[in-house]
């Protein structure tokens, strides 16, 4: 059975920063590519980072300099960096373990599994 926990969000003021967790278990981390969504109320939920089974990561571009994703394969655990946080970064972040894929155009995309946990609400304001 695969559970997904996420943590470490919380209220933070804008400039702040915050690290994300998210740990796998149920024999899905190690050979799985890992994704970081997030979505606000009303809206569908936004793949925001990638990393593959090796480490290669991907970023959206409303985030890129700012998220850092990395993966600890030992403890099946993925994490997501944030600095200089804004507003607009507001919103409940999930993990989810899927492939990322290269399109024929050289952009990355990310085919999620089923896989969710609760999330965990990151809120920026002053």
């Known amino acids: 059975q695969v559970r997904i926990v996420e943590s470490g969000g919380g209220m933070v003021q804008p400039g702040g920063s915050l690290t994300l967790s998210c740990e796998v278990s149920?024999?899905?981390?190690?050979?799985?590519?890992m994704g970081w969504y997030r979505q606000v109320p009303d809206k569908e939920r936004e793949l925001v980072a990638s990393?593959?089974?090796?480490?290669?990561?991907n970023y959206a571009d409303a985030v890129k300099g700012r998220f850092t994703i990395s993966r600890d394969n030992a403890k099946n655990t993925v994490y997501l960096r944030i600095i200089s946080l804004k507003a607009e970064d507001t919103a409940v972040y999930y993990c989810?373990?899927?492939?990322?894929?290269?399109?024929?155009?050289?952009?990355?995309?990310?085919?999620?599994?089923?896989?969710w946990g609760q999330g965990t609400q990151v809120t920026v304001s002053s």
């Open positions: 989810n373990p899927g492939t990322p894929f290269r399109r024929p155009g050289g952009t990355w995309g990310f085919q999620n599994s089923a896989y």
């Open positions: 149920g024999n899905i981390f190690s050979g799985y590519g």
């Open positions: 990393i593959t089974h090796v480490g290669e990561t």
